[in-house]
């Protein structure tokens, strides 16, 4: 097997096996989970390159069980062309592409499941597709592109254009599991530029990307 592309330790991970049905940490390799056990079953598949994340103790539990559902608003935003798997910008555009042919005179174009990161160094523009659409409300598209960007993903860009990356790690996660609060920093170069805090670790890392833009500003 090959060495884990990341390992998540010190988890409370319901694995819904019954044979088995908790577990610490999760193995992943080659996007796909490729392990679930203990911390120290998980470290022995790890090396040097593999991505350790200490959950401290937060729940994990498998993305397709989810404990609730929204029907209709998950309905309504699928619909049009699927860009789960484009992951390049060539790859958006010609799946634009198909919906537009597949479109009559006037509907709109429509896409769902978009990585930002195909965007790269070109930017989050709409003119980055409109092409592909025959500059079909172009000026929606952009709207559209650019009112749903997060905190982290400005961020992303921002360092990119002078070759930097960032990184987040847990600083602290604390109270009992229905009330956790979390503590997470953006880390630039050994450095944390920004530190923030949620209910979730993903609502911490927002804050965290916040701050950290705030402080690149200012420089």
Not at 34 to 42: K, Q
Not at 108 to 129: R, T
Not at 138 to 155: F, G, M, P, Q, S
């Amino acid at each position: 097997m090959r060495a884990l592309d990341l390992a998540l330790l010190g988890g409370r991970v319901r694995t819904l096996d019954p044979d088995r049905p908790s577990a610490t940490a999760v193995g992943v390799a080659g996007g796909a989970i490729v392990a679930v056990g203990s911390d120290a079953e998980v470290r022995e598949l790890a090396d040097g390159s593999t991505e350790i994340v200490d959950l401290a103790g937060a729940a994990v539990t498998p993305g397709i069980t989810d404990s609730h559902i929204h029907p209709f608003l998950g309905a309504d935003g699928s619909r049009g062309a699927d860009l789960l798997d484009a992951h390049t910008l060539e790859e958006v555009r010609a799946a634009m592409a198909e919906e537009r042919a597949r479109c009559a005179p006037g509907q709109w174009v429509l896409g769902w499941g978009l990585d930002y990161n195909v965007f790269g160094d070109e930017g989050i523009s709409g003119s980055a597709i409109e092409d592909a659409v025959v500059n079909a409300f172009a000026a929606r598209i952009e709207y559209a592109l650019n009112t749903h960007v997060d905190h982290k993903t400005e961020l992303q860009e921002a360092l990119a254009r002078s070759g930097r990356q960032v990184s987040y790690a847990v600083l602290s996660a604390e109270g009992p599991a229905h009330e956790r609060r979390f503590t997470c920093a953006a880390v630039v170069g050994g450095v944390e530029l920004g530190v923030g805090e949620g209910q979730s670790k993903k609502a911490a890392e927002q804050e965290a990307a916040r701050e950290a833009l705030a402080k690149l500003a200012a420089e």
